[in-house]
Nanobody
Framework: QLQASGGGLVQPGGSLRLSCAAPELSLDNYAIGWFRQAPGKARERVSCIGINDRNIHYADSVKGRFTISRDNAKNIVYLQMNNLKPEDAAVYYC???????????????????WGQGTQVTVSS
């Protein structure tokens, strides 16, 4: 099961690093997507990374501020979030497609294995 962690309260302009772990999965075999959902809003894919680290995508709203990366030795996928804005506040989730591998762009994959989310609050 996927586990997102690292959320918290941060002031505008601050940074957080989210972690996605899965003790029972080898995350390096899966594309990973980071999603967020704010109250009353649709779920939004923020970023994703394929099994090939060149296969990365960011939503326009976070491009240049967020960075997704893998630490295969630790079996963790990170989402480094810098210059946070109040509109970034949401519950953040990580997810994987149902199957391993795949060379399609990560933004075109279907993500249906979800873990618990982590709350990010951006407020002064």
């Amino acid at each position: 099961q996927l586990q997102a962690s690292g959320g918290g309260l941060v002031q505008p302009g601050g940074s957080l690093r989210l972690s996605c772990a899965a003790p029972e999965l080898s995350l390096d075999n899966y594309a990973i997507g980071w999603f967020r959902q704010a109250p009353g809003k649709a779920r939004e894919r923020v970023s994703c990374i394929g099994i090939n680290d060149r296969n990365i995508h960011y939503a326009d709203s976070v491009k240049g501020r967020f960075t997704i990366s893998r630490d295969n030795a630790k079996n963790i996928v990170y989402l480094q979030m810098n210059n946070l804005k109040p509109e970034d506040a949401a519950v953040y989730y990580c997810a994987t497609p149902p199957i391993t591998g795949g060379l399609a762009p990560c933004k075109d994959r279907n993500y249906n294995q979800w873990g618990q989310g982590t709350q990010v609050t951006v407020s002064s």
